[in-house]
């Protein structure tokens, strides 16, 4: 149902008409709790959200809404296996591959438990024996390299918790993550790999995924330089839903790890496609990432709404886009080892809840999933900060703050904790044209001059954002956030009555690639398209070497 009809909308929408003059900075001096009153833990996760354009008015109304979307009754159709991916008529269960209490979810009739424990049982033995040895190359030589072939959810996921976990890998072993069709990514990753101790993960849900398909037939061709048909067994291993395309590409399904539709893409990463994971950082620390989601499954699933993490960012994130009209957010990690945890989230949201038809398949007359971006803090101060700070959009902020580095010896993590804690209250507070102009007579300045500087160092402020502050990087905390914001994305699709776990949005690019590919040939005659399509075609043609 739409939720411009609920009567919780229709008030946050009054409520709004007061909220958006109401000044975070003021609100701060008038109320010294406001953290304590904005603030939620899970385990060692600390959400500071006193940073937004709220008041205790304004969480009682998003709550209030989220409790008449139902936001709890979805969860729970969700968590116990009900095919809420409507289009698609599937269950959506990437919360039972972290079940660590390992109680039976059903599908169909029949519970998904034992066989998602046998592939961790199977991802185990493999690793380990990759690991001690047992496992060689066919030369005799231990592996070394693991190059991951896949792209999207069979990419993304496993490669940011790779980078992030980066301390915790096991010695001798390194990771590499091809995806791109373009040749370079392929070309430049062998570059540097012996095929006698490279591992190649070709990972696919569907195992048609072209780019997917073709950077594995060249991998298998640059390996057959060197190796037999016969040594691919020991070089080549498969992540898939689909064992007859995997055997039909070549591999041995006995050196398949497979996984289910009821695991959508982007939300891959704790079934087998987090195979790479395992095999980097050890099948240890990969149950922890587990143990981590399946902690923040139990507080989204049993923590009142109004304590309930996923719940509140995803309300806030409401707030701004259906009220405020934000139309991106970024997530800005205050760790380099989090570079690509925003390429993750933009999949996971964007991909989710990129969508223009609720799940009846009527159009939307209201907005619904965000731009997600960002990158690494203190790299995005020096380069769009200016944009966010005093540019004229609204661009709520996550800061992602690990306390602790890993990396102790190099002491510089007080400027960095020091950076982001400063963006987040220069964003609140903003600077008035009185403080401007007292820092600028300070400085000297005055008459003409001093005016003419001063709107230009006024800062707006007012302007939001969450703080995810804890202790360390560990699998654990990794596992804590992704699950955060996977839930986040699903209560923000549930708000907008849109179904989250489908992309047909994605196909017709695809269809059509299919379609231009033989008309790049020369010789070839092209095909019906608009006349920017053909001229480009003739131009490639011609430009051709
Ligand atoms: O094109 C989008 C998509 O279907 C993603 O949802 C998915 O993660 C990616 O392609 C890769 O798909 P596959 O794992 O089937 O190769």
């Not at 060692?44 to 936001?71: G, P």
């Not at 987040?424 to 507070?429: D, G, V």
Request: glycine share 8%; hydrophobic share 40%.
């Amino acid at each position: 149902m739409t939720p411009l009809n609920i009567q919780e909308w229709q008030s946050l929408v009054r409520h709004y008409e007061d909220l958006k003059f109401v000044s975070m900075r003021e609100q701060f001096a008038l109320d010294s709790g406001r953290f304590d009153s904005f603030s939620q833990q899970c385990g060692d996760l600390l959400l500071d959200y006193s940073k937004n354009r709220i008041t205790k008015e304004t969480m009682e109304q998003l709550i209030a809404l989220a409790e008449a979307a139902k936001i709890s009754e979805w969860a729970e159709r969700m968590f116990t296996g009900e095919a809420i991916n409507n289009t698609e008529g599937r269950a959506v269960l990437h919360t039972a591959l972290r079940n660590r209490s390992n109680t039976p979810v059903m599908v169909d009739g029949e519970d998904v438990m034992p066989a998602v424990n046998a592939v961790l049982t199977q991802m185990k033995k493999f690793s380990q024996q990759v690991h001690t040895g047992e496992w060689l190359g066919y030369t005799g030589k231990k592996i070394t390299d693991i190059v991951n072939v896949g792209i999207g959810g069979s990419d993304l996921g496993p490669a940011m918790i790779c980078d992030a976990l980066e301390p915790y890998a096991i010695e001798g072993m390194s990771a590499h993550f091809v995806s791109n069709v373009d040749g370079t990514d392929l070309s430049t990753t062998l570059e540097k790999l012996d095929p006698e101790t490279t591992l190649f993960v070709i990972a696919s849900k569907t195992f048609t995924t072209q780019e997917t398909i073709t950077n594995a037939q060249s991998a298998k061709t640059w390996f057959l330089q060197f190796g037999t048909q016969q040594d691919i067994a020991k070089h080549f291993v498969a992540v898939s839903t689909n064992a007859a395309a995997v055997a039909e590409f070549g591999i041995d399904t006995a050196n398949m790890f497979e996984f289910w539709d009821w695991v959508g893409g982007r939300y891959s990463l704790w079934s087998a496609v987090g195979l790479p994971i395992a095999l980097y950082v050890g099948m240890d620390n990969f149950e922890r990432l587990l143990d981590g989601g399946h902690e923040m499954d139990n507080h989204f699933r049993t923590q009142p709404l109004a304590e309930n993490m996923p719940v509140i960012m995803g309300m806030l994130g409401i707030l701004y886009i259906n009220l405020f009209g934000s139309q991106t957010h970024a997530i800005v990690p205050y760790d380099h080892s989090l570079a690509r945890f925003p390429n993750h989230m933009q999949q996971l949201d964007m991909e989710s809840n990129g969508k223009v038809t609720n799940r009846q398949g009527q159009r939307l007359s209201y907005k619904t999933g965000p731009v997600i971006w960002g990158t690494p803090g203190t790299n995005g101060q020096h380069a769009y900060f200016q944009l966010i700070h005093q540019g004229t959009q609204l661009i709520p902020v996550d800061f992602v703050l690990p306390v602790n580095s890993h990396y102790p010896e190099c002491d510089h993590q007080s400027i960095l904790l020091a950076n982001g804690l400063a963006q987040s209250e220069a964003l609140m507070k903003g600077k008035t044209a009185e403080e401007v102009r007292a820092e600028l007579v300070q400085e000297g300045y005055e008459g003409k001059e001093l005016e003419a500087l001063l709107p230009h160092k006024v800062f707006p402020g007012n302007r939001p954002s969450n703080t995810l502050l804890f202790p360390k990087l560990t699998p654990e905390m990794l596992g804590q956030l992704v699950a955060l914001y996977e839930h986040k994305v699903f209560v923000q699709g549930i708000i907008w009555d849109i179904n989250s776990f489908d992309q047909w949005g994605v196909e017709l690019g695809k269809q059509l690639a299919k379609a231009i590919l033989p008309d790049l040939q020369d010789g070839v005659e092209i095909s019906e398209h608009d006349s920017s399509t053909t001229s480009l075609i003739e131009r490639i043609r011609a430009l051709r070497q």
